[in-house]
């Protein structure tokens, strides 16, 4: 068995889209984080104002009424949209109460994302005095107001007690693939269809054995479109799985640290694991185990005609 310092780690890491459970932020802490991003915009605002009152005094009234009204805009739409997306989806406000908007999926947020979000902010509170984000936020189950709906976001906690995380998996690169997966192409594997392999291989052992063989086949089809060359033949679905996202991370971690070690400096969420924090790791075939009282499988995938193997 390789050592696990052999092993890739595949952790929830927001700017990968990784993200194995979104835990939705509560509406209390949602309150709170948008009570004091209120606050600020408001003392900005009056700070603002104020500023535009004093430089254009004697100025022509639709010169300053016109710069009054674009400063008011910059302060409600522009800035909480460029924080936002500077910030990788957390205001002042989330950042004290521990929350982030991220995508639906998991990804990170863009300026557009951000943009939307901020422009609808003016129909979700100062306009309807929030009677729209409040209704919107409780009739949804994962606590979108019609920013969020419109702009595909979710805000999630941050902060999740230890005994809460979700359990981070390891896994080793499956036996007999390793030449092949170097020399693949992951340029158009896109970030979504990557998590939704993570969830198939972090809960297979959850999943009823026709579920996780049709979802198994179907995640290993969508792969084979986008990475190239295809896979030996004969090979298990879900080692297949394990090999490219496997051989993904190792190649993002290489970049991380090569980036590093020249002196680049990157975002926190897109570092790789210290080796003083080691997450908790399971075993590195715990992935492709068949659930419990199916029959059991072959160490090595088995071979068939196809591309891919039968999952059981």
């Known amino acids: 068995m390789q050592q696990q310092s052999d092993w890739t780690t595949l952790v929830p890491v927001t700017g990968e889209a990784v993200a194995l459970d979104l835990r939705v932020a509560q509406f209390p802490s949602r309150t709170l984080g948008l009570m004091l991003d209120l606050l600020i915009q408001l003392i900005l605002l009056f700070v603002v104002i104020w ?22 805009v910059l302060v409600l739409v522009g800035w909480p949209a460029l924080l936002e997306t500077l ?8 950042i004290a109460t521990g929350q982030r908007v991220v995508r639906s999926d998991g990804g990170p947020v863009r300026f557009r994302h951000s943009f939307v979000r901020a422009l609808f902010m003016l129909v979700d509170f100062w306009i309807t005095f929030g009677a729209a984000g409040l209704i919107t936020s409780l009739a949804s189950k994962q606590g979108q107001r019609i920013g969020d709906h419109f702009a595909g976001t979710v805000v999630i906690r941050e902060r999740v007690p230890a005994a809460a995380r979700p359990l981070q998996l390891a896994y080793v690169m499956p036996a007999g693939l390793e030449q092949w997966a170097s020399s693949l192409d992951l340029a158009r594997l896109p970030d979504v269809a990557a998590l939704q392999a993570r969830q198939l291989l972090a809960r297979s052992a959850t999943l009823a054995p026709e579920v996780r063989a049709a979802m198994g086949q179907q995640l290993a089809a969508e792969f084979a479109s986008y990475v190239s060359p295809p896979p030996p033949p004969g090979t298990h679905p879900e080692a297949f799985l394990a090999a490219v996202l496997t051989e993904r991370m190792r190649r993002s971690s290489a970049a991380t640290y090569r980036a590093r070690s020249e002196g680049v400096r990157l975002p926190a969420s897109s570092a790789p694991p210290s080796a003083g924090a080691a997450p908790a790791v399971t075993s590195p075939t715990a992935a492709l185990a068949p659930p419990p009282g199916s029959p059991a499988r072959p160490s090595t995938p088995p071979v068939g005609d196809g591309p891919f193997a039968p999952p059981f």
């Open 87 to 94: 910030t990788r989806g957390r205001s002042l406000g989330k």
């Open 51 to 72: 500023l535009t009152g004093e430089i254009l005094q004697g100025a022509d009234d639709a010169l300053g009424a016109g710069i009054s009204l674009v400063s008011i």
